[in-house]
């Protein structure tokens, strides 16, 4: 039982240490893993000097819905 503390308060540690020094790393896992869940593909398209990245998903011969942030 002692053994399985230990594991936790290590993985506990190297998780905030992570989360503090690079939480940019956790942001892209947690966005990729969601994106990955909802079958989304991150594209873009470079229109002048800019690239504009948006997401695709769904069926092919499905509605469009676009949803525009800004």
């Not at 308060?9 to 690079?22: M, N, V």
């Not at 989304?40 to 504009?52: A, C, M, N, R, T």
Request: aromatic share 12%; charged share 15%.
């Amino acid at each position: 039982m002692q053994i399985i503390l230990w594991i936790v308060l290590a993985l506990t540690i190297c998780f905030l240490g992570l989360y503090f020094l690079a939480p940019r790393t956790i942001y892209g896992f947690v966005q990729r893993g969601l994106r990955r869940k909802g079958g989304l593909i991150q594209k873009s398209v470079k229109v002048g000097e800019f690239d504009w990245p948006y997401l695709e998903g769904g069926p092919v011969d499905g509605e469009v819905v676009l949803l525009v942030h800004g």
